[in-house]
């Protein structure tokens, strides 16, 4: 059942306030007072068991449960536990997490500040994409100003609790956003995925227990603990409660963020607030959640954006970049993009991924010259299907799918190539 009341922009409300990102600006707000409320009067099972209650789904990508990952955290053990907020956004289409990271650094350090206190964690690993400047410029004042007030540091709002955060910069590699991969470039390794298990909670940066999140679930947990798990529930969805961030880019009138309640309708978003496409053009398809995530064409625009509905549309929420194409665009192009990426960007490390992702990208730019062939294409179904599930992380999957949802709805794109021998598309984006 849909729940999904008015917009609510709880996370982005005081974004228009210039000093929102300075401490005096967000105490102003009432910035830390749910921090304090956990801190001083709830026991850490408690803000466990809240989260838990509120269905608070983790906003990166995977969807997992945020509370239930929380209460894997060991909680009698006699090693250091450890948070790691994972602010290594590097989805093509998402920019959320650098927008919060930005204008709202102390709801990020407080809501990893209410994390820290529930699992019992003494530090906190705030991995951010290399490329990230500013953010991390924004990050090391915040931090600063949160230790000067005693939000941070030895003896947290003075009880007994200590409490310290470390940001350290990535070096832009997408597969360093895998919480393993990510924990692994932490430790001065190659960012290569681990085996699993053990998992984080048991064996996780540098070999102790681990709880790993994103920015965006992070900045939800104040809310939470100030307001209450039914009130989170409010919006939303049954199985996805809250609200989250979408950011919409590509051919639409009014690109940028925007705060909805999840289960909002995906042509909700495309048509009335991003404005639709310009210039008289039709949508053509739309990406709902960054680039792994497969495609939707037109006339399946009406799908609740919750991970619930968009499975059965054979895609899913990923990070909510929602990118918009209209119909002067030739899908054959946007896979040789997509394509290419993800044979950059792999590790290596399994087969099917190292050597799945260079040939979807080899046949797709064949095509896209005019040398492909009609048996290309059940190829290319061929190894995307062979990559699918095969492989130590979900890389192998997140370039599969593309590829899979371009050929499932624009498979006349593709033949058209291959019998034409050249581009159909004279008014698309160039290569």
């Avoid at 269905?55 to 945020?66: D, E, K, S, V, W």
């Avoid at 290419?340 to 040939?359: A, I, L, P």
């Avoid at 890389?395 to 499932?408: E, I, K, T, Y």
Wanted: charged fraction near 25%; aromatic fraction near 10%.
């Amino acid at each position: 059942m849909l729940r999904v009341p008015h917009v609510t922009n709880y996370l982005s409300e005081h974004f228009a306030d210039d000093a929102f990102g300075t401490l005096a600006g967000y105490e102003r707000y009432g910035g830390y007072k749910a921090a304090r409320q956990a801190i001083t009067g709830m026991a850490p099972s408690e803000v466990v068991a809240l989260v838990k209650e509120s269905g608070l789904q983790g906003r990166g990508g995977a969807g997992f449960l945020a509370g239930l990952k929380w209460s894997f955290m060991p909680a009698e053990t006699d090693k250091p536990k450890y948070l790691v907020c994972n602010a290594d956004e590097s989805e093509p289409g998402s920019f959320k997490d650098r927008i919060l990271l930005e204008r709202a650094p102390h709801l990020l350090l407080e809501g990893i500040l209410i994390g820290a206190w529930a699992t019992g964690a003494s530090k906190t690993f705030l991995y951010i994409r290399g490329e990230y400047a500013f953010p991390a410029a924004q990050l090391e004042r915040a931090i600063a100003e949160a230790y000067d007030k005693g939000y941070l540091g030895k003896r947290v709002m003075r009880s007994g609790f200590s409490h310290d955060v470390v940001l350290h910069r990535g070096a832009g590699a997408y597969i360093c956003g895998e919480e393993t991969g990510l924990l692994e470039s932490l430790e001065g390794k190659k960012g290569q995925p681990r085996k699993k298990p053990p998992f984080p909670a048991q064996y996780g940066a540098f070999g102790m227990p681990s709880t790993v999140n994103n920015v965006e679930t992070f900045c939800h947990v104040p809310h939470i603990v100030a307001k209450g798990s039914d009130w989170f529930r409010a919006f939303g969805t049954e199985k996805s409660p809250g609200t989250t961030i979408f950011g919409v880019s590509g051919h639409a009138v009014r690109l940028g963020l925007y705060e909805l309640p999840l289960g909002t309708p995906l042509e909700e978003i495309v048509y009335r607030h991003a404005g639709g496409v310009p210039e008289g053009r039709r949508v053509k398809g739309v990406i709902p959640g960054g680039v792994s995530m497969p495609i939707l064409p037109a006339d399946q625009l009406d799908v609740p954006m919750a991970n619930e509905f968009l499975r059965e549309r054979k895609t899913m929420l990923g990070t909510g970049g929602i990118m918009v194409m209209d119909d002067t665009t030739c899908m054959v192009r946007a896979a040789c993009v997509i394509t290419y990426f993800f044979r950059d960007e792999s590790c290596g490390q399994c087969t099917q991924c190292r050597e799945g992702t260079g040939w979807l990208n080899k046949i797709v730019n064949r095509i896209e010259r005019g040398a492909g062939v009609p048996e290309d294409l059940d190829v290319l179904i061929d190894v995307a299907g062979k990559m699918e599930g095969q492989t130590i992380c979900a890389f192998a999957d997140a370039a599969a799918w593309p590829v899979q949802g371009l050929l499932r709805h624009f498979r006349a794109d593709f033949e058209q190539h291959v019998h034409e021998r050249k581009c159909p598309f004279p008014e698309s984006f160039q290569l």
